[in-house]
């Protein structure tokens, strides 16, 4: 049976709760982990700022590939974490083939904050946007 501990208000199994203190046995995260990790505390009801703030200052997850701050825009979205917003705003700017879910999240918590992130983006890119995705984004937002 795994002991668990809380760690940042939410349990963990003490391996994962050393893996998020940066243990240096591995000091190096490979994107394939942080993913993991993410995806891991993505299923989280809840996550506090300080949980959010960490992890992006410990892994600079905003300079991280695709992947990686896909995961950390939907850690964003969910936890309502306000203060990486612009994350979430670069993001739908640089990836947009990617962003298409994302637009999808902030659209259906209807959170204004969130739809009028979605709304602003969709504006200043869809002139760039391949066609299909311009027209999904544009069937969710409008």
């Given at each position: 049976?795994?002991?668990?501990?809380?760690?940042?208000?939410?349990?963990?199994?003490?391996g994962l709760a050393l893996a998020l203190r940066g243990c240096c046995l591995f000091p190096q995260v490979l994107p394939d982990q942080l993913v993991l990790l993410l995806e891991f505390l993505l299923e989280e009801e809840s996550l506090s700022v300080g949980t959010l703030r960490w992890l992006e200052g410990r892994y600079c997850l905003c300079e991280q590939d695709a992947e990686v701050r896909h995961r950390w825009c939907e850690l964003i979205v969910k936890h309502k974490h306000t203060a990486a917003y612009k994350d979430v705003?670069?993001?739908?700017?640089?990836?947009?083939?990617?962003?298409?879910?994302?637009?999808?999240?902030?659209?259906?918590?209807?959170?204004?904050?969130?739809?009028?992130?979605?709304?602003?983006?969709?504006?200043?890119?869809?002139?760039?946007?391949?066609?299909?995705?311009?027209?999904?984004?544009?069937e969710m937002i409008l």
């Open positions: 049976m795994l002991k668990c501990i809380s760690v940042s208000g939410f349990m963990m199994t003490k705003e670069q993001f739908l700017k640089t990836d947009q083939a990617m962003g298409v879910y994302l637009y999808g999240e902030l659209m259906v918590h209807e959170d204004a904050r969130q739809q009028g992130l979605a709304k602003s983006c969709f504006r200043s890119v869809h002139e760039e946007m391949d066609p299909t995705s311009k027209k999904v984004v544009e």
